[in-house]
């Protein structure tokens, strides 16, 4: 039981690149959140998705696109990449029903030069 | 919108010594849950504890506990006998009761624990 999984681990792209990190859950959660987390800011929301086939944005969502894919995947794209962007991203997944503490993947720590 | 405020960038604690992290939020919401997250080096985003608004007793996990004052909107988080694995980025988070059950977290307070 992996919990939630995000790959690749690490990643550095030039400004203008794209790329998609990829979440997947297997405790068959309906909601997906996408954070990043930059120093001195703490981890701030970028989009979520309340249940399959939903998407929202959050707190930072420009230059983000996501995608619900199914109940288990939920992956963040960024089309033009740029430094501003360079960051650690956290996916996490939560159960619906009785609030519960999110359950979050390893991180993603995204340079982009 | 909610606030959360940590407002200790860092802290350092000799071993074994009890320290307490400092947490503020804003929010005109009646029903909460607040949460204490550990990230240690390894970046995993630990739950150290949860607080439910509507319960007045102070959560404890172990060593960890709370002091929640609801009037006052603080919830403080006190390490009592701490060790060199309670290292680590300290977050404070708020999460509205219904909803997205989305996270709002402050910017951490980074722990020394020194031998």
């Known amino acids: 039981n992996a919990g939630v999984t995000q790959t690749p681990k690490f990643q550095v792209l030039k400004t203008g690149q794209s790329m998609t990190l990829q979440c997947a859950q297997d405790?068959?959660?309906?909601?997906m959140y996408w954070y990043r987390q930059d120093p001195g800011m703490g981890l701030r929301l970028i989009y979520y998705?309340?249940?399959?086939?939903?998407?929202d944005k959050g707190e930072v969502p420009n230059g983000y696109n996501v995608s619900r894919l199914n109940k288990r995947e939920f992956s963040l794209r960024l089309e033009s990449a740029a430094p501003s962007q360079t960051s650690v991203y956290f996916c996490?997944?939560?159960?619906?029903?009785?609030?519960?503490?999110?359950?979050f993947g390893d991180g993603t720590r995204l340079s982009i030069l | 919108a909610q606030t959360v405020t940590q407002s200790q960038p860092e802290m350092s604690v000799q071993e074994a010594e009890t320290v307490t992290l400092s947490c503020t939020y804003d929010?005109?919401?009646?029903?909460?849950?607040l949460f204490w997250y550990k990230q240690p080096p390894s970046r995993q985003m630990i739950l150290v504890i949860r607080?439910?608004?509507?319960?007045?007793q102070n959560a404890t996990e172990n060593r960890f506990s709370v002091n929640f004052q609801k009037a006052a909107k603080s919830f403080s988080l006190k390490i009592s006998d701490s060790q060199l694995g309670d290292t680590a980025m300290y977050f404070c988070?708020?999460?509205?009761?219904?909803?997205?059950?989305?996270?709002?977290f402050g910017t951490g307070t980074l722990l020394a624990v020194q031998p």
């Open positions: 996490a997944s939560i159960p619906q029903g009785i609030p519960q503490p999110q359950h």
């Open positions: 405790m068959n959660h309906n909601s």
């Open positions: 998705s309340a249940s399959e086939g939903t998407t």
């Open positions: 929010t005109s919401e009646n029903n909460y849950y």
């Open positions: 607080q439910e608004a509507y319960k007045q």
């Open positions: 988070a708020f999460m509205k009761h219904g909803g997205i059950d989305k996270l709002t």
